[in-house]
């Protein structure tokens, strides 16, 4: 029996986030989208005062958002 490798990084933030906020990570995700030319700290900041996020879940989804950006 072989289990599921754990998400390591910004991921491993998936799971609460989705159970604490109801929605998922993709819906974070798209809203980030039209901010691209903002900073980090700015996105993070849209998240927890606009959405109610806390900062460990916000900065965990922009830096996520940010590396595929950047790898892509």
Do not use: C
Request: zero cysteines.
């Amino acid at each position: 029996m072989t289990a599921e490798p754990r998400a390591k990084g910004p991921a491993s933030y998936f799971p609460s986030i989705e159970k604490t906020y109801g929605k998922p990570v993709k819906y974070w995700l798209d809203l980030l989208d039209p901010m691209r030319d903002r900073t980090h700290m700015q996105q993070v900041a849209f998240l927890k005062s606009g959405h109610g996020l806390g900062h460990g879940h916000a900065n965990a989804l922009v830096a996520y958002h940010r590396s595929q950006r950047d790898a892509g």
